[in-house]
């Protein structure tokens, strides 16, 4: 089980050898092609002026939605800046990309969003992984769904506590979990970098919304799984999601 988990902790080695091939990928190729021929290839779709949406390496139902602007990650003071593109936003809207490799529409409960932390990321382009949630996290929300409210509040997760909170609405406009993040977590807006999010949708009793997942990670290495253990620290986002969406096959 701990070598499933220090797996899971460690940067993903595809991206190991440029930090910037994101980067590379939207701003050198996707944009100006989707400028040029208004064709979004290699990417599967462009949002400008912000926004581009890319099959991830590895396959299956896995999405990741990229800034095409020159923003790192998590801890780029321009996410909260008042101007900011909501991109946890932009990502729920493009979970239709889902949809299209399981075959039928997913449920909205069976979605999830996720940035890790920069200290556990392979890429320093800001991205959001858009995929389904594992069923174990799923079965855990929701039967946290109805005690959790608009604060940020302690959540049990695989033995790691989280901070969860309450989102309501259909979509994520107006509500940037990013912001929501560093107005509500002590110390959060100091120490962004450190931070991982995670979004899954939920239909709640009295209607829709979403239930968000935020906690500081541990830097990697060797030591990962012994830090989670040690200092209260939680898993990277991406770890709670699933590409094979086993949750709604």
């Known amino acids: 089980m701990w070598l499933l988990v220090l797996a899971a902790l460690c940067p993903l080695p595809v991206h190991a050898a440029d930090r910037d091939a994101l980067k590379h990928i939207v701003q050198d190729q996707c944009v100006p092609h989707w400028q040029q021929l208004h064709d979004p290839a290699p990417c599967a779709r462009m949002v400008p002026p912000d926004f581009a949406v890319l099959a991830d390496r590895k396959g299956g139902a896995h999405y990741l939605l990229i800034a095409t ?12 800046a008042d101007a900011s593109p909501n991109y946890f936003a932009a ?57 959790l409210g608009h604060r940020w509040s302690p959540l049990s997760l695989d033995d790691r506590v989280y901070s969860a909170l309450r989102i309501d609405g259909e979509d994520l406009a107006g509500k940037d979990p990013f912001r929501l993040l560093a107005d509500g977590v002590a110390g959060a807006r100091a120490d962004m970098r450190a931070f991982t999010i ?12 979403f239930i968000a997942l935020a906690g500081r990670t541990p830097a990697g290495g060797e030591n990962a799984v012994e830090l989670l253990t040690t200092r209260g620290l939680v898993a990277p986002g991406e770890t709670l999601l699933d590409s094979t969406c086993a949750i709604d096959p």
């Not at 602007?69 to 998590?74: E, L, P, Q, R, S």
């Not at 990502?91 to 949809?99: C, E, H, I, P, V």
């Open 69 to 80: 602007g020159n923003v790192t990650g998590i801890e780029d003071p321009a996410l909260l």
């Open 198 to 209: 995670v979004v899954v949708g939920m239909q709640f009793a009295d209607g829709a919304g």
């Open 91 to 147: 990502a729920w809207n493009a979970r239709d990309r889902l949809d299209s490799v399981i075959g039928h529409p997913l449920r909205r409960e069976s979605v999830g969003l996720a940035i890790n932390s920069a200290l556990m990321r392979g890429q320093d382009q800001m991205h959001i992984h858009i995929e389904c949630v594992k069923p174990g996290v799923s079965r855990v929300l929701h039967a946290a769904a109805g005690a």
